[in-house]
């Protein structure tokens, strides 16, 4: 059991599986964190824009790359 499904989501804690109230990304405190919580919904947004091709292109890239490190070391 995983994932989530009107408003509740099946969570897995110390190999304990539970149902909780899903998250909706609570409010801001700060300006950096608008920024962040900007920059995750516009990639989201981006993400759900991709066409089939492109998502399964992604994931062949994202497999090849096992082990690297986006900043280069």
């Not at 109230?21 to 516009?42: E, H, I, L, M, P």
């Not at 991709?50 to 070391?73: C, D, M, P």
């Amino acid at each position: 059991m995983s994932g989530s499904a009107k408003g509740v989501t099946a969570a897995k804690m110390k190999s304990r599986k539970y149902i909780r109230n899903r998250g909706y990304g609570g409010s801001v405190r700060t300006a950096d964190q608008a920024k962040v919580k900007g920059v995750f919904k516009r990639l989201t947004t981006m993400w759900k824009s991709l066409t089939l091709a492109q998502i399964l292109a992604w994931n062949k890239l994202a497999l090849s790359q096992e082990g690297r490190s986006v900043l280069g070391s």
